[in-house]
């Protein structure tokens, strides 16, 4: 669970590294971005703010802002509809992330990117200064992802 | 058929402008920035530069970059391997772009986007600064676009 508040500072947050990064919003934009806290209502640990661009049925474009040492806790995206689950590529934009993915660690900058191929267990932490990552995937279905611990709950509520 | 000359120049117009984006790239994406003409030797006129930064068996993502009042001349994404055709988005991130997309015509400025579904004649002009757009699809196979203009060849002559 999150505040109200601790919703719109992130909103304001993301929208500020946003800018910084260069990457211009619309005001409906700005009004959707979405505050993940996966339920475990420590959101400046673990969560991950995030603008949708599009998700069609074929693939879908994101924003992700991290706040400083903020991590999207450990998950996979498992098969669906006949798929084999989605395969993304984080490009980092701003900041640092530490990517571990299937054991691995590699950390990526500005203009550095890794593609995680589908239904393979991961998770991402932004460095000292926050982070700002574009992710380009196959079709997004947040809600069918599966997390590591068991407490996460991908939906978030705002108190 | 374009110069070597002319292909450098593109090249650093695109790394600059992309600069000016706040977009960040590695050295191996600069040296792989492509330039075409369509085979129609007006570069300036009717071209377009591009900078994939992935393209997998399900999704594609890229950089356009277009000079000042440059064209990148209509076609449409025909079906292929039992897939309706490409599909892509197109969001602005600097100057602006006409998009005529089956008859119809809309501008994009920084922050705006616009779907393009499969198989549908389209085509985009850069307004007086130029334009950076980002282009999130399905995947991309270039080579089947099917151009209006007979005498356009989908691959660059650099002479």
């Known amino acids: 669970m999150i505040t109200a508040d601790e919703q719109r500072q992130a909103q ?17 934009e700005r009004d959707a971005i979405e505050v993940a806290d996966f339920g475990l209502s420590r959101l400046r640990e673990e969560g991950l ?8 049925d074929r693939y879908c474009a994101k924003e992700l802002v991290l706040y400083p040492g903020q991590t999207c806790p450990e998950h996979r995206h498992p098969p669906f509809d006949g798929t084999p689950g989605k395969e993304e590529t984080f490009r980092c934009r701003r ?32 460095g000292p200064d926050g982070a700002v990552v574009s992710e380009f995937s196959s079709t997004s279905r ?18």
């Open 49 to 56: 703010i995030v603008l949708v661009y599009v998700n069609t």
């Open 12 to 28: 304001a947050y993301a929208a500020e590294q946003l800018a910084a990064a260069g990457i211009e919003l619309t005001d409906s």
């Open 95 to 126: 900041g640092l992330v530490t990517l571990r993915v299937d054991g691995r660690e590699l950390v990526l900058r500005p203009g550095e990117q890794f593609t995680i191929p589908p239904d393979t267990v991961h998770s991402f932490t932004a």
């Open 142 to 159: 947040d809600e069918l992802d599966v997390f590591t611990n068991p407490n996460v709950r991908r939906g978030t509520v705002v108190a």
